[in-house]
């Protein structure tokens, strides 16, 4: 039988598991086939360069905070960044997508979706990582 350290610990790698696949994934997606991750959400690239420049530049960034996320996966010491890493990038997004549905109007119900998804992802993050936010952690000095 677990003890409930070993299961919240559990959860936590699950947690970031998913969130550092999803944003790996969706980066990597958008980084070898814009067209078709785009076409998906009733976005047309229309084969212009500068946008799809543009929308590479973020798919960047994001794989590599994917990468950091799951570093949390194998690497204790890494767990508490990579969670408040996970939980800003995927709240910074969805909240960022319901700033943008009150001011332009509601997109294709795919965004709507993401935003769903971003904002529940990154709230469990949040909560998975409030624990250690809230602990006092000795200094080290060099």
């Known amino acids: 039988m677990k003890t409930t350290n070993s299961r919240i610990l559990a959860a936590r790698k699950l947690t970031l598991l998913l969130s550092g696949l999803v944003a790996c994934g969706i980066a990597v997606t958008i980084l070898l086939a814009p067209d078709a991750f785009y076409t998906a959400y009733g976005i047309d690239l229309a084969d212009n360069i500068s946008l799809t420049n543009e929308l590479k530049a973020p798919a960047g960034v994001l794989f590599v905070a994917g990468l950091l996320m799951l570093a949390g996966v194998f690497r204790a010491r890494l767990t508490t960044v990579s969670l408040t890493a996970a939980a800003a990038i995927y709240l910074a997004y969805g ?33 998975a990582v409030l624990p250690d936010l809230g602990r006092r952690k000795t200094q080290t000095t060099y």
């Open 95 to 127: 909240s960022t997508r319901l700033l943008s549905f009150a001011v332009d109007g509601v997109p294709h119900s795919g965004l709507v979706g993401a935003a769903t998804f971003e904002i529940a992802i990154g709230a469990i993050c949040l909560l």
